[in-house]
């Protein structure tokens, strides 16, 4: 479980969200990093349990972890620090596009997550192949319980298409899923499970029950 300072400090920072505030109190920022990376490698380590590609990949917790500073080269808001801490575990190397797990802590916004955001044209190709060839095991895995249960709402539709995408007819069966421009699902939860010290195995349960949605979403790549 994450300590209960390294929460306090993300509130804290999303309250100061400035250069002078971050310079003094840095030393608190590092401890409260190592912890996150304590817990990063915890998580690692559930993934292990039942992911054969996370187990061969031997993730470094270090290199999973997103960094703290903002790029705001082309945002209007120009606050220097992200106001949440997460983490992003995938067998794939850096840039290559494979399904993967995510954790994210923020005040007020903590989950779980897992699939492909917003795949590059290729990969998105690849998917949608997968999806119209064997959309009934995706739509078996969806509707799965164990799925059901942290995912009821099953992928997220926030980036759907109106229209069919090319090379696909409205009267398709899978149309639904084609659609779909990401393919992710999340599950929220409270800063007390966050704190509480069964975390790592209610992590565990979340990222195992989205295992064969990963799975399905790796094989369009093969």
Not at 92 to 99: D, E, L, P, R
Request: aromatic content about 14%; glycine content about 6%; proline content about 4%.
């Amino acid at each position: 479980m994450l300590k209960a300072s390294t929460f306090q400090f993300i509130k804290d920072l999303k309250a100061n969200n400035n250069k002078e505030w971050f310079d003094t109190n840095r030393k608190i920022y590092q401890i409260a990093k190592d912890d996150f990376l304590t817990q990063v490698q915890a998580l690692i380590t559930g993934l292990e349990g039942f992911d054969p590609e996370i187990s061969i990949a031997k993730l470094d917790p270090k290199k999973c972890i997103f960094r703290i500073n903002r790029d705001t080269r082309f945002s209007t808001d120009k606050s220097p620090y992200k106001t949440n801490m997460g983490a992003w575990f995938s067998a794939g190397a850096k840039g290559v596009q494979k399904a993967g797990y995510y954790f994210h802590v923020e005040d007020g916004g903590c989950f779980l997550a897992g699939g492909l955001y917003m795949p590059e044209t290729e990969a998105l190709k690849k998917i949608r192949q997968e999806i119209h060839y064997n959309h009934k095991d995706l739509l078996a895995i969806l509707n799965e319980k164990s799925f059901k249960q942290f995912f009821p709402k099953a992928l997220d539709t926030e980036n759907m298409l109106k229209k069919a995408p090319q090379g696909y007819k409205e009267d398709n069966p899978a149309i639904d899923l084609l659609k779909l421009k990401s393919f992710t699902a999340s599950h929220s939860f409270g800063e007390e499970k966050l704190l509480d010290a069964g975390f790592d195995a209610f992590a565990k349960e979340v990222f195992a029950s989205m295992y064969p949605l990963i799975k399905f979403l790796n094989q369009s790549f093969d």
